[in-house]
């Protein structure tokens, strides 16, 4: 029998290559709903638009092609606090309504969300740069999962402890990124409510159109005045938010550095802190894996939203006996990846969230390059306005290199490889942080093994970037503390009486 | 028996790989969501009818039958942009008929043989009806693999029919039919088509089905051994043609199978020498989009005719 493992390609021209070119072009299919976005937005107060007090507006641009979409006001301190005392003036009756009263809300919100999919499939995708099928088939669905997931626990808080009383927290500090917009204030909002807390919530600067057109469902959902606010801006605004006396307790998703100053900043006081962090996930996969699934699963790992995703698989160990046809393999797929107009519904890959984020990436990218790491870039055009990055593989990375520490938040894999099963088990947990990481292997005891050793919040087996309501979602080290969702997310919203 | 088979399996899985059934839905329901419009669209339309397979395949067939199936062969529509098919796949007695109706144009005759659809004769008849079939003049022959040794992991004697029936074929391609809803797993699927594509020659094809059993070409099936294909032919150099038969009923379902090869297999798999579709209803619906797209309406379906379907 002859071999029929692929050799490896380039070199002398007459091994064998597939060619995939344009004889079959696919013609532009851009998304057509209106994403009804108003010329200017204000700041979500007590269940009303209200201008902000600071008198400021920034512009919000569709990172696609630098176009300005929309205004949104800049809330100051002032406006912090006009947003805390609605929330707490809300407490007061929110926390007392029946759970189940509470959950009708929930449903509520849950079902409009489903109503203006579309419209809000389109606005996020022209806020952050994401493939439109991205926020069409997962933000989107996801984030009325969650309203619906909490929904069902608001009437059942009782059961969620046996023999204790659970109360809520009281107001809420949340602060949220910009890759996941709406769904991570669905993750954060959700079960906050259910559990009959009231929210002061911050989008990320880059990202707020979501959740202030979020704003008009919470008006049409009738939920009551002050139980959700949010106020809009940078990182000033976030701060005063933080340090709020009003808040019980702060819920932050965004970077590790950010979420450390947070920490100094809660020390000595009696707020609650979740804090949901970077990642440097490890997807491993051994020699016995099915190999074009791993692939499959490596590519959605990384390049998922461009790879803005913390719990990203952005470093591959692959067991050395198969890594170079691994590589010619993932090669030969991420050339297939389609990337440019975001609102494409062909687009596998949309545009970089920023220009200051593209930096970051171009700069982590440019350290590898210099530090000896051999590069490959998919093969594909980029448009000529707005920000992207080609997909990008680093082959020969050691544990010390930039780019197998840091988290990049694009889309750029290190690749790494192991031969003994303790080997990968180091090198993965040899990170700062632990998020998540995958399992490829043909052996169900391998993997039962491997999910106890490794030191990270989610382990994900033969395949990768899975999320549930139900299933709770965060951190080991410095990926942050805390759960969301399931139960264990909901009790970090509450307290035993 | 099971002890030897089963070794002989994990032999052959530890030398061309296992596949994750989750894994390969995953990569295919991507293909369903691309989105194939305006010139794109008509292309792909185009492009699958002259890889079509037009097919009859029943107990009642006739001449007549055969002579009508070559004339919607020639011409699928009336309007003259619309090209001829690939081939006419039929029953081996009726290859000398097609062979008249298809003088002096370049739709090949294809003939199921080998005792299709079970394979459950004595090798000698199969042969003996192969180099009949070639002898009447088919261009091709689509044989069905012997499952029986497949599953007991008689893999030499699989390979050796197979071998058999290539060189009794001489001149004529060979479409090597895996049957893949008896082969039971997605790792027998791509076991068989290694098996398959070690014995038959560049310009050969595998073939998921006989469609004359349940369950038959899927986009999942379609897949496995798509990418067999293209890890034989990055290995060895050899490009195997591949073509799914059975269940592929509607233009939109064939486009998303398109799709699959294009961002498989790439450009050199997007032509009748190397993808077919084993189809009857398949070509009128084809041709109903390609005049959608014309016009912008469907039309009804009696404006079609039935070549293959009503008798």
């Known amino acids: 029998m002859t071999s029929t493992r692929p050799v490896s390609r380039g070199g002398s021209p007459s091994v064998p290559e597939l060619i995939f070119g ?53 809330a100051n301190k002032n406006d912090v606090d006009a947003a805390y005392s609605a929330a707490a003036k809300a407490f007061t009756s929110w926390s007392k309504l029946p759970g189940r009263e509470r959950g009708k809300y929930l449903y509520r919100i849950a079902r409009l969300i489903q109503d ?91 990202t707020s159109l979501t959740a202030l057109k979020l704003g008009e469902i919470l008006q049409e959902a009738e939920l009551p005045p002050g139980v959700v606010n949010f106020i809009c801006g940078a990182g000033e605004t976030g701060a005063a938010l933080v340090a709020h006396p009003t808040a019980a307790k702060i819920a932050f998703t965004g970077s590790t550095d950010v979420g450390k100053i947070i920490m100094r900043q809660l020390a000595g006081t009696d707020k609650k802190l979740t804090l949901e962090l970077g990642g440097k996930a490890a997807n491993i996969v051994f020699d016995d ?44 797929r991420i050339d297939v990846l389609r990337v440019g107009n975001p609102l494409d519904k062909n687009t596998d890959v949309g545009a970089i969230n920023s220009r200051d984020q593209l930096d970051k990436i171009c700069e982590l990218v440019d350290s590898g390059t ?10 594909c055009d980029l448009p000529t306005t707005g920000f992207y990055f080609k997909p990008t593989i680093f082959t020969g990375v050691t544990q010390s290199h930039r780019i197998a520490k840091e988290e990049i938040f694009g ?48 382990v994900w ?33 509450g307290k035993i009486a | 028996m099971a002890s030897p088979s089963r ?51 029943e107990g009642k067939d006739t001449p007549g039958k055969v002579a009508s199936l070559c004339q919607k062969a020639r011409r699928p529509s009336s309007d003259p942009d619309v090209p001829p098919v690939a081939a006419v796949c039929i029953y081996s007695f009726l290859v000398k008929y097609a062979r008249q109706w298809l003088a002096d144009t370049p739709i090949k005759v294809a003939s199921v043989a080998t005792a299709f659809p079970s394979g459950q004769a004595p090798l000698e008849t199969r042969l003996e009806e192969v180099r009949m079939a070639v002898g009447d003049g088919a261009d091709e022959i689509d044989m ?75 986009l999942a099936n379609n897949q496995v051994m798509l990418e067999a294909i293209r890890d034989f032919y990055l290995a060895t150099g050899k490009a195997i043609g591949m073509k799914p038969a059975g269940g592929i009923k509607n233009s939109k379902m064939a486009l998303h199978f398109l799709v699959a090869v294009k961002e498989t297999l790439g450009d050199a798999w997007l032509n009748n020498s190397r993808y077919r579709f084993g189809a009857s209803s398949l070509l009128n619906d084809l041709v109903r989009a390609i005049d959608k797209e014309k016009s912008g309406a469907y039309q009804a379906p009696y404006y079609y005719t039935e070549a293959a379907e009503s008798y």
């Not at chain 1, 210099?370 to 093969?379: L, P, V």
């Not at chain 1, 889309?411 to 700062?432: G, Q």
């Not at chain 1, 998020?435 to 005891?445: C, F």
Request: aromatic residues 10%; hydrophobic residues 45%; contains cysteine.
């Open chain 2, 7 to 57: 070794s002989r399996f994990g032999k052959l899985f530890d030398e061309i790989g296992t596949v994750d059934q989750v894994g390969i839905d995953e990569r295919v329901a991507k293909f369903t969501t691309r989105s194939i419009k305006k010139g794109s669209k008509l292309w792909g339309l185009k492009t699958a009818v002259t890889m079509v397979d037009l097919t009859t395949l």
């Open chain 1, 289 to 332: 894996s099915p190999v074009d699934q791993a692939v499959e699963g490596v590519v959605n790992g990384i390049f998922f939203n461009q790879g803005h995703v913390c719990c990203a698989g952005s470093r591959l160990l692959v067991q050395e006996s198969i890594a170079e046809l691994f590589v010619e393999k993932l090669k030969r």
């Open chain 2, 144 to 218: 069905v693999i012997n499952r029986g040794l497949f599953l007991a992991g008689e893999f030499q004697a699989v390979q050796d029919e197979i071998a058999a029936v290539v060189e009794a074929c001489g001149d004529a391609a060979l479409k090597v039919i895996l049957e893949v809803s008896e082969l039971e797993t997605f790792d027998n699927i791509r076991a068989a088509s290694f098996l398959a594509m070690q014995v038959i020659r560049e310009g050969d094809f595998i073939k998921t089905s006989t469609g004359k059993a349940s369950g038959s070409a899927t």
């Open chain 1, 116 to 206: 203006r999919a579309r419209e809000f499939a389109v606005a996020e995708t022209m806020d952050g740069g994401k493939p439109i099928k991205e926020s069409r088939d997962f933000d989107i669905p996801m984030a009325a999962a969650h309203f619906f997931y909490h929904a069902g626990w608001a009437d059942k808080l009782e059961y969620a402890v046996p023999g204790a009383n659970i109360i809520p927290l009281g107001v809420v500090g949340q602060v949220i990124p910009w890759n996941f917009p709406l769904l991570m204030l669905a993750w954060k909002i959700a079960p906050a409510l259910a559990m009959g807390n009231t929210v002061v919530l911050k989008p990320a600067e880059t």
């Open chain 1, 411 to 458: 889309p750029v894999l290190s690749i790494l490889t192991f031969r003994t099963l303790e080997e990968a088990v180091e090198k993965a947990n040899n990170t700062a942080f632990g998020l998540s990481a995958g399992v490829w292997t043909d052996k169900g005891s391998r993997i039962l093994k491997m999910s106890t050793l490794l030191k990270a919040g989610v």
């Open chain 1, 461 to 493: 087996a033969n395949t990768f970037n899975k999320f549930d309501p139900s299933s709770p979602f965060g951190g080991y080290k410095e990926s942050g503390f805390g759960r969301e969702g399931g139960r264990q997310g909901l009790m970090d919203y």
């Open chain 1, 22 to 74: 344009d004889l079959w072009q696919y013609d532009p299919a851009p998304e057509t709903a209106d994403p009804r976005i108003k010329l200017r937005y204000d700041l979500f107060i007590g269940g009303k638009f209200v201008a902000p007090k600071s008198g400021k507006y920034f512009s919000s641009i569709n990172p696609a092609n630098e176009q300005i979409i929309t205004e949104i006001a800049l």
């Open chain 1, 370 to 379: 210099a530090g000896g790491a051999e590069m490959y870039q998919s093969k």
